[in-house]
């Protein structure tokens, strides 16, 4: 093994005490935090308590802080809001309060701290770090601990979470909750649009965000809201006629419905608060128009914890349980936080300082400044709504010489049609005429080529499956009617949303080019399909709406279970030989084992699987859940791994099997894959204009370079135009999926929270990162999702 890889077996709990507390309002996720915490926590040695009810419980003492065990935290990880309660404190407010919260920790040997929640409990548990030292000096003098007590706990090690569902917090691009108040806010607009329809209304939505218009924001991009009202981004002067001048263009345009969606801390240019029932008087006294206020609520607080939410938690427990063991008596209290899909540690007072500063801003009225600071993910997300929301009309577009071809291939993926919504209009904008071609490269071959307008794509973000028409024929063996259907419509660039199969066919079109001068144009590939198994992106559109699916579904299958004791289930999974569904899905839905192609495994590994759910059967969690990729292994397959457990759990347990077959590719795209499509999606299409321009000479374009036939893929932390020919080294061609794929890191995690002993490379944790505070005029390059 390598010196340079840090193996986390080096690092020992044993003789730590951990407590982990919930604080301020809850989130959806919290509990996968804790679950993951007092998992890990154990695991490597460590004794873990719980501190119910927050900070007051910490300050109270007696039950309220109560050592967990591997099976108290069992089925918390698909429950919303937080199993070990939360509590406004403000006796921990008090100096007194935190003297007595120090000595109920100190009596029971706790010096390391997990504290999940938002800024103003992250910012109590900085403080109580700082005053540590005095808070046991006190408790000396008056005679309540020794000095050999305070001694041996005389320093206190705090690491954060944050969990809000506003998003409001800076440094992170996502705190847990987030995304699952996403889905209950686009369930409620999904539901209200379709009696919207019925009945031509406007509906004015209120959604949560007293400081932080996040949530208001993506939703109003995830569902191609009409207008939005965010506290970062006032309304300009005069905005209540501009308003009702585009609702009712929007009608005039057939559109028989309008949204509205308001932040709850929303206000106009003079921090004037703007209330969703103002803003419906003003339509219904201006336009005359139906409409109506739904006011979201503590609904969005509510409900089970999306995949991504359970993932997030899951990974920023086990990485503050390292943080906690690595952390040196100088080290400052950090946050573990996510930056693209990587975790990071931020040092806490940092991110409190930007956040503070951000409402420092919107007092000040410095709004430019306000969105600047809350990064480059919400800055985008802004951008992007701006670009997308207001209809362009044909006097204000400057028609250029440009045709721009959007096509769906391979199979169908939630959030494929976000994507066409975003590249045809922001494609209108950019004065190219866009072409829609219909049933992939077969319909190229075929003719099935259409001019598609503005309006056309009206309403498409919320609708699953592909609307274009997708198929998996590869354009070889069509290639010359393919050529003859671009000439005939002087297509100019090419934009391809899809699986491998568009993925192959863009190398196909490339390797044409010498024998035929129309594909001489730029041209782009958006990943889209639920396997997750395109080379050169982390994730893929439609990923994460089947990952809900997978997880969902096993949630049910879980409750069954819990129903009749010692039984496990086999859940076959899609994927192709890409075990990411699988894995993933496994971490998400707390599965025991997850069999993927990528990890071989045989015999001897399943046997020690049975083993391990025969122990499991002995304790009080009488269920086992086990998924398989669809093509993890030709012999061991889904009914072999039935028949063998059936076998070796006789008079232990019995066994269900499932394959979850083609739901993971149905219903609507989830907020993450509606918001990754469009901003994706906008992204290449800004890319093919300025391809368009570089390559126009004597009034033809032709592009015939590597770097004009790319794949836009999201790499880390941002996201990265990468010519195909260079991914073909990346790329293992006959199962379909890239050499290496970073999800493969999470698979000890999904071990280790189900009890098994394994290896842990920890090689990216540990390095205590600063905040970056974006420049005056920083020039946006990678979007962060």
């Known amino acids: 093994m390598s010196n340079t890889r840090k193996l986390f077996e080096n690092l020992s709990g044993a003789g730590k005490s951990i407590a982990v507390l919930t604080s301020g309002g809850d989130a959806q996720g919290m509990n996968g935090a804790v679950r993951a915490v007092v998992r890990m926590g154990i695991y490597v040695g460590a004794k873990v308590y719980f501190i119910h009810e927050g900070y007051q419980g910490m300050v109270d003492g007696g039950d309220n802080i109560k050592e967990a065990n591997w099976e108290s935290v069992s089925s918390m990880l698909q429950v919303g809001g937080t199993v070990i309660g939360s509590a406004r404190c403000s006796d921990f407010r008090a100096r007194e309060g935190r003297v007595r919260a120090a000595f109920h920790l100190v009596s029971r040997g706790i010096t390391n701290l997990c504290v999940i929640g938002g800024d103003g409990s992250l910012t109590g548990a900085n403080l109580f770090r700082e005053e540590w030292s005095s808070l046991l000096q006190e408790l000396v003098q008056s005679g309540r601990i020794d000095q050999h007590s305070a001694d041996a706990n005389s320093v206190l090690h705090i690491v954060g979470m944050v969990g809000s569902i506003d998003n409001d917090f800076c440094g992170t691009d996502m705190t847990i909750g987030t995304d699952s108040a996403l889905h209950r806010i686009m369930e409620v607009v999904d539901a209200i649009m379709t009696t919207a329809q019925s009945h031509q209304r406007t509906f004015v939505l209120e959604v949560m965000g007293r400081h932080c218009g996040y949530l208001a924001l993506v939703s109003a991009l995830a569902c191609g809201a009409d207008w939005v009202f965010i506290p970062e981004m006032p309304p300009k002067d005069g905005w209540e006629e501009q308003m009702c001048q585009r609702l009712s263009e929007n009608r005039a345009d057939k559109k028989r419905l309008n949204i509205i969606i308001v932040a709850e801390g929303a206000i106009d240019s003079s921090n004037k608060p703007i209330s969703a029932e103002y803003v419906k008087d003003l339509v219904v006294n201006r ?99 701006k670009l997308l929301s207001h209809r362009k009309t044909d006097t204000e577009v400057p028609h250029g010489p440009f045709t721009v071809a959007v096509l769906n291939v391979g199979a169908p993926a939630a959030g494929m049609n976000a994507a066409v919504r975003s590249a045809v209009r922001v494609g209108i904008t950019e004065g190219h005429r866009m072409m829609a071609v219909q049933d992939g490269f077969e319909g190229f071959a075929k003719g099935q080529i259409k001019e598609i307008k503005w309006g056309d794509v009206g309403g498409w973000t919320g609708q699953g499956g592909s609307l274009l028409g997708t198929k998996r024929t590869l354009p070889a063996k069509h290639i010359d009617k393919i050529a003859e259907q671009m000439r005939i419509h002087r297509i100019n660039a090419l934009l391809v949303i899809g699986g491998f199969e568009a993925y192959l066919g863009l190398q196909e079109l490339l390797a044409a080019r010498d024998s035929y001068d129309p594909f001489s144009v730029p041209m782009v590939m958006v990943p889209s399909t639920v396997s997750n198994n395109i080379p050169g992106s982390d994730l893929c559109i439609g990923a994460d709406t089947a990952l809900n699916a997978i997880t969902g579904t096993c949630d049910r299958i879980k409750q069954s279970a819990s129903g009749t004791k010692r039984r496990v289930f086999i859940i076959e999974t899609m994927g192709g030989y890409c075990g990411y569904l699988a894995s993933v899905g496994g971490l998400a839905a707390g599965a025991d084992a997850a069999y993927i192609y990528e990890e071989p495994f045989d015999i001897r590994d399943l046997q020690i699987n049975v083993e391990h759910l025969r122990e499991k059967m002995k304790t009080s969690i009488q269920r086992g859940l086990v998924l398989r990729n669809e093509s993890c292994n030709e012999n061991y397959t889904t009914d072999f791994i039935y028949q063998l457990y059936s076998e070796e759990g006789k008079g232990v347990f019995d066994c269900r099997k499932n394959v979850l077959g083609h739901m993971q590719q149905g219903g609507a795209p989830s907020p993450f894959d509606r918001n990754f499509g469009t901003k994706i999606a906008a992204k290449a299409m800004q890319w093919i204009s300025r391809r368009l321009k570089d390559f126009y000479q004597e009034g033809r374009v032709f592009a015939n370079t590597e770097d004009s036939a790319c794949l836009l893929g999201m790499r880390r932390r941002a996201l990265v135009f990468q010519p195909v020919t260079q991914l073909k080294e990346e790329t293992d061609f006959v199962h379909r999926i890239p050499k290496e794929q970073w999800w493969l890191k999470l698979r000890p995690l999904m071990k280790i929270l189900a009890k098994y002993r394994t290896s842990y490379d920890i090689s990216d944790s540990g390095q205590l990162e600063h905040v970056t505070r974006p420049r005056a005029r920083d020039i946006e390059i990678a979007i962060t999702i």
């Open 287 to 385: 336009l005359g128009y139906d409409t109506r206020v739904t006011i979201l609520g503590h609904v969005q607080r509510g409900g089970t914890p999306s995949a991504f939410d359970r993932i997030l938690a899951s990974r920023m427990g086990v990485e503050a349980v390292l943080a906690l063991l690595e952390a040196s008596p100088g080290t400052p209290a950090c946050v573990v936080s996510l930056c693209g899909n990587q975790a990071v540690r931020l040092p806490l007072m940092e991110c409190v300082q930007m956040t503070q500063d951000v409402q420092k801003a919107m007092d000040e009225k410095r709004f430019d400044d306000a969105v600047r600071l809350r990064g480059r993910s919400f800055e985008n997300n802004l951008n992007t709504y």
